[in-house]
């Protein structure tokens, strides 16, 4: 990727990542992985006061959720109607580390391609591929004046669409009213049943220092190539018991490791998926460690078994 080719794929980057945040609009989208469709409804403003933003659903169960600055609710209809209040609520639409793409192009292939038209608007593809098997890939179909995210694509090495998020109908500029940001659900808040098992929640996570104690023992011996460990701290899981936190990125993407004493003595390994999201756990010692991002499932499961020695895991979907 020559620099010419980079800068321009990182101003329409930079582009989006202003315009998701700062423009107001209002828009209904699809969102399609494997062969589940669901379609959504999203109203965004901001203003002086920050960020808010509604996304709920118009197909499927009764769904919202809403963000208020940097907090997240989920809430969820039916009969047992509940809030879901978690630190790792997905956002819709990606923010990506644009800041680092002089270190990601080793691992991807980037372009800028001709317009398409999404949602009645001219648009500007960008495309960043993956060079292996080990991170997915991102096709952007961006709004010729704003540089607004209209439709967007998780791919797979071959370039194959893992899941696709589009608006069908948007308005941009729009006028956000109060009262489209208050919650159609009625709720109680309760705690969040955990939709994998035994993944360990953080915050406040110190930056990386090669000089830390006791965390270099839990390096792995081998991680897929133009990934480098980005931060690392420790912190405190639901039980109350202390974990230890390893973060790993190429620059677009990256993946967790954390280690947990576990008293449990449970054994054996297990490779989970939640849609673009996998999830290794095993054992080490007296230790359970689990690697977890939206990455593929080969890139998780090559760190966990270079951490325990080559054991095959079980796969549950």
Known sequence: LCADDR???????????HAVES????GTLVHWRGDRFDTLKIIHRSDESGVRERLFSLS???????????????????????????????????????????MASEAYAMHVRDQERVAGHQTRVVEILPRDEFRYGYRFWLEQQTGMLLRSALLD???SPVQQLTF???????????????????????????????VPTFENLTAFDSESAGLSRWTPPIVPAHFHLARQGQG?????????????????A????????????????????????????????DYQITIVGEVPKATVRLVGQSLQGDTEPTDSR
């Open 7 to 17: 800068a321009e794929v990182e101003r329409w980057l930079d582009r989006m990542a």
């Open 60 to 102: 499927g169960e009764p769904r919202e959720i809403l963000r208020d600055g940097n907090q997240v609710r989920s809430l969820l209809g039916g009969e047992g109607e509940v809030v879901v209040q978690s630190q790792l609520t997905a956002r819709l639409l990606p923010n990506l580390p644009l800041r680092r793409l002089n």
């Open 236 to 252: 405190e899981s639901e039980n109350g018991s202390e974990f230890k936190h390893l973060l790993y990125s190429d620059g677009l």
């Open 254 to 285: 990256s993946f967790s490791v954390y280690i947990e004493e576990d008293d449990q003595g449970q054994r054996g390994t297990r490779l989970e998926s939640l849609g673009s999201v996998h999830v290794y756990t095993g054992r080490l010692d």
């Open 157 to 159: 090495q071959d370039g």
């Open 168 to 198: 069908v109908e948007v308005e941009l500029g729009a006028p956000i009213n109060d009262h489209e940001l208050e919650p159609q659900i009625r709720s109680e808040v309760v705690v969040e049943r955990r939709m994998l098992q035994n």
């Open 23 to 26: 423009l107001d609009y209002r």
